[in-house]
């Protein structure tokens, strides 16, 4: 069905007509196994992309003389582009493009600047391209997250996001196996620029596979909410879209009047303060002369590698074990999120005091583990306490807070206190880090009572 826009502007077609072919070229993918896998890929080369420049961190910081406040400011500028381009790309996905065009075309244009990467020839260059890299993964994940919930429904999509997000830690893992295999290949100054080159290669391929994917599948799978309160009530796109302005102010508006919306921004903010700057310094923590362990580049990228693959069930497992608590209890999913900061926070301590490489490798594994519980659940419950023609504007804005809050500022922190420390990455990371976890699993709690109010208001609450 297509709806015109007031005075006489270009009329625009309603996402069920555009899911199923309507105005663009018929879909070829559009069963829920081939495009969670497809998804899945995608989410893997996502975190390929974005920690490879962790993974040759050391090398960089010693070809371009660079100190860990530099290091810490190169994330924060990926992390603020990034976070400040999710917010109108996230509601372009719920406006007037598919959602799965918008994600092909951010997969194509970060390979491209990705690769671009590799011919970095100074700080600031290496500083513009990985920023630039931002804008297309920016378009990923809100779409990406609202497509997959159109193909899962509310009884199993925890489980299902949970599993998806294995693919950030299978990149993550491809990142370090990738840089260690070339550093032992290649020289070190021509090793680094091979794996940009490598990472952004295979995007191209799933962006144009991306491009025939359907909008989701012919039947919704979730039921129509009984009586949705009216401060989440839903619009269709055609409707909000065809108001301008004020009406897109009213969608953001409707959005932000989520109380899950804002327990997830929360307990996503502590999360990241925690995973991203840990992330940023551990390959160079290991490497570090003012560190217990001197390892080389090789070594380094493979005791990184091991302990995030080592903690990737979590994600799985976390997933899984809040769909189990929320068939329990209303509120239940959120707890696995409290049960991911309290069993971080001791093996973190363990893993940055520790001499012992052996130490550090379990208890690393370990950590990781923890803190990937939560990726599942918090992404399902704000799926499930959406509208679903909102669900990627409450991504985009929920991210877009989240990482003001939580990671746009804590590498750079973690950096600039390492260095006033003298480059002492572990000290700075219980600095900030610790903290964070603390307040998370106290947070969870309350939390957990938001969310089981507005599935209620929601109408879609399971009976219990």
């Known amino acids: 069905m297509a709806s015109k826009k007031r005075g006489g502007a270009v009329s625009t077609m309603s996402r069920e007509n555009r899911a199923h072919g309507g105005g663009w070229r018929q879909p070829l993918i559009n069963t829920s196994r081939r495009v969670f896998w ?23 910081k010693s070809e371009f003389h660079l100190k860990d406040s ?58 513009i391209t990985r920023a630039l890299v931002g804008v297309g993964e920016a378009s ?3 779409a990406g997250t609202a497509l997959l919930s159109a193909y899962y429904g509310l009884e199993k999509r925890a489980r299902i996001l949970g599993r998806w997000q294995v693919g950030q830690l299978l990149g993550v893992a491809l990142a370090y196996a990738l840089s260690a295999a070339l550093f032992v290949w290649l020289p070190s100054h021509l090793a680094w620029r091979v ?12 962006a144009i596979a991306m491009w025939f994917v359907a909008e989701g599948p ?43 919306v804002w327990a997830v921004v929360i307990l996503q903010a502590l999360a990241f303060i925690v995973i991203t700057p840990c992330i940023a310094f551990l390959t160079i923590y290991l490497r570090s002369p003012r560190g217990p362990f001197h390892l080389g580049a090789s070594g ?34 959120v707890l696995a999120v409290g049960v991911s900061f309290a069993l971080a926070a001791p093996f973190l301590l363990l893993l940055l005091i520790t001499h012992s490489l052996s130490v550090f490798l379990l208890t690393g594994i370990i950590a ?9 659940p918090l992404a399902a419950m704000l799926q499930d ?80």
């Open 38 to 60: 497809l998804m899945f890929l995608i989410n893997a080369l996502n975190y390929l992309d974005r920690l490879i420049i962790v993974a040759v961190g050391p090398t960089l």
């Open 70 to 127: 530099q290091i810490g400011l190169l994330s924060s500028a990926f992390l603020l582009v990034y976070t400040l381009s999710a917010l109108p790309l996230g509601m372009l996905a719920d406006w007037s493009f598919p959602r799965a065009k918008i994600v092909a075309v951010g997969v194509a244009f970060w390979s491209v600047i990705s690769g671009a990467s590799a011919f970095a020839g100074n700080f600031a260059s290496l500083f």
């Open 140 to 142: 990923y994940f809100p």
């Open 195 to 206: 794996a940009f080159l490598v990472a952004g290669l295979p995007g191209l391929g799933l």
């Open 218 to 260: 012919a039947t919704p799978v979730d039921k129509p909410p009984r009586a949705a309160r009216p401060s989440i009530d839903e619009a269709p796109a055609s409707e909000w879209s065809s108001g301008g302005l004020a009406n897109l102010r009213n969608h953001l508006a409707r959005v932000l009047r989520i109380r899950t």
């Open 300 to 333: 380094a990228a493979i005791t990184s590698g091991l302990i995030v693959v080592g903690g990737a069930t979590g994600a799985a497992l976390g997933g899984t074990l809040a769909d189990r608590l929320g068939a329990r209890y209303t509120g239940g999913r």
């Open 368 to 376: 990781v583990f923890a803190l990937n519980l939560q990726s599942g």
């Open 385 to 464: 306490t959406t509208p679903a023609a909102m669900r990627g504007t409450a991504v985009a804005v929920a991210n877009l807070l989240a990482h003001l809050l939580g990671d746009v500022w804590a590498p750079g922190v973690v950096g600039a206190i390492s260095t006033a420390l003298h480059e002492r990455e572990a000290i700075a990371l219980l600095i900030v880090c610790l903290p964070a976890l603390l307040v998370g699993a106290f947070v969870a709690l309350p939390a957990a009572q938001t969310y089981a109010r507005d599935l209620n208001d929601l109408g879609a609450a399971p009976n219990i």
